[in-house]
């Protein structure tokens, strides 16, 4: 099973093999380009096409290391050829919003030296939990203006490889104060230059200007140092 969209986020339509079908709705194919739920980023949804019968896909998770699709329809079976083809939609917004969360996650550490403790991206809007000490609702405002000056500056998102050794050695490749790498031996790296490095699975979009402007819509005290701040997106540029 080859997961097509940890190195192409833009891929939205592949040809594949049905390896298997569970109790008429659980389809592992051998490679996709729908992205399971998974990472704090929501799944895909859209279609599996076979000759011209459409069978929908309305979840995709990880189990046991496979992509299983989950399809509202009966009918596939072992070894029958589909088109996939991605809620263009859907994704694109969670691209751009988890892009904007790594971009909030790296000013927010870099300039306030807070560690984020949790997050959930989704199409509407998305959250943040992190550690600080004040809960300073003007400072944080003041963090989400410069990451929109940063987002204006169009700067690239880069996807590579690197093995967990040398992973390690990158300052702040661990930013999720409860997240360690699972025990693997080569980590996928996200990169804004100059603005945020972390070792992630999810999809993001290849320039900044593509997030559109940030607007924070509530934040929230949870109490001793955890803080919270809901946010989503205007604009962007398709
Ligand atoms: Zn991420």
């Known amino acids: 099973?080859?997961?097509l969209y940890m190195?192409?986020?833009y891929l939205r339509e592949f040809k594949a093999t049905v390896e298997s079908v569970k109790e008429h709705k659980y389809v592992v194919l051998d490679k996709t380009a729908f992205y399971p739920n998974g990472g704090g980023q929501p799944h895909d949804t859209g279609v599996l096409i076979r000759n011209l019968e459409e069978f929908p896909v309305v979840y995709v998770g990880k189990f046991s290391g496979q992509i299983s699709h989950e399809v509202?329809?009966?009918?596939?079976?072992?070894?029958d050829k589909v088109t996939g083809k991605i809620n263009w939609e859907r994704r694109h917004r969670l691209m751009r919003m988890h892009t904007a969360a790594h971009l909030l996650s790296g000013i927010f550490h870099t300039k306030l030296g807070a560690l984020i403790t949790g997050n959930q991206k989704d199409v509407e809007k998305s959250r943040?939990?992190?550690?600080?000490?004040?809960?300073?609702?003007?400072?944080?405002?003041?963090m989400v203006s410069l990451a929109n000056e940063i987002a204006k500056k169009d700067l690239p998102v880069k996807v590579y490889y690197k093995t967990k050794e040398e992973a390690m050695k990158i300052p702040g490749i661990i930013k999720l104060a409860n997240a360690l790498p699972p025990d693997i031996d080569e980590l996928r790296i996200v990169e804004i230059e100059g603005v945020d490095i972390q070792a992630d699975g999810g999809t993001?979009?290849?320039?900044?200007k593509e997030i559109g402007t940030i607007e924070a819509v509530k934040?929230?005290?949870?109490?001793?140092?955890?803080?919270?701040l809901y946010f989503t997106l205007r604009g962007g540029d398709l």
């Not at 109490?223 to 919270?228: A, E």
């Open 1 to 3: 099973m080859v997961p």
């Open 7 to 9: 190195d192409d986020s």
């Open 72 to 79: 509202s329809k009966p009918g596939l079976k072992e070894g």
């Open 128 to 142: 943040m939990d992190f550690n600080l000490e004040d809960f300073d609702k003007e400072k944080i405002e003041e």
């Open 204 to 208: 993001h979009v290849k320039s900044l």
């Open 219 to 228: 934040m929230e005290n949870k109490g001793k140092s955890n803080r919270r």
